[in-house]
């Protein structure tokens, strides 16, 4: 899978920062933060589905000793009944499913339509806390960007050098 990197860059006068989500060479989202509430809800509502499905699956299959078939026939009918994931706002988006070999679950993982890559639900959770790990960064980053410049006049390029350095010591 292509790799997708979260980060607070400076916005273009220099004066801020913003958070950016970005998924390949050619997509970069920039997140405040309410589209990165609505962007995390969207990845964990997906988990939740997916794990949900896997839970019935388990249940049908092995409480009830409903053949696969069955079980699948049951979730499929499920699917048609929820609400849609906000899969519109952005051009990441994400498919729940579940393995019928092993019955983990797991996230198709989509970037403008095309399947890039699968998740599965640790890395899913973990993305979905970065998302809102970095848009409070944001602010903060900001904040020390513009004390490393007034309080110690330290050159511009150089301070935003300094602040994208923080994750090292972190």
Do not use: C
């Not at 920039?30 to 388990?58: F, H, I, M, S, W």
């Not at 989509?110 to 409070?136: D, F, R, Y």
Request: charged content about 25%; proline content about 6%.
């Amino acid at each position: 899978m292509s790799d997708i990197w979260l980060r607070t860059q400076p916005t273009a006068d220099g004066k801020t920062y913003v958070a950016t989500l970005e998924a390949s060479d050619d997509v970069s989202i920039t997140l405040t933060p309410e589209t990165a509430l609505r962007y995390a809800r969207t990845v964990l509502e997906a988990v939740g589905q997916a794990e949900y499905d896997a839970a019935v699956l388990k249940q049908l299959h092995k409480t009830l000793e409903l053949p696969l078939e069955t079980a699948g026939e049951m979730l499929k009918s499920l699917r048609e009944d929820r609400p849609p994931l906000n899969n519109d706002e952005f051009p990441l988006t994400f498919t729940p499913g579940v393995s019928l070999f092993d019955g983990h679950p797991f996230l198709l993982v989509n970037l403008s339509g095309k399947t890039i890559g699968q998740w599965e639900m640790p890395a899913a959770k973990e993305h979905a806390l970065a998302v809102l790990e970095v848009s409070v960064g944001v602010d903060l980053d900001a904040a020390y960007y513009r004390k490393l410049i007034s309080l110690y006049e330290i050159d511009p390029d150089r301070a935003r050098a300094v602040v994208a350095d923080i994750g090292a010591h972190r």
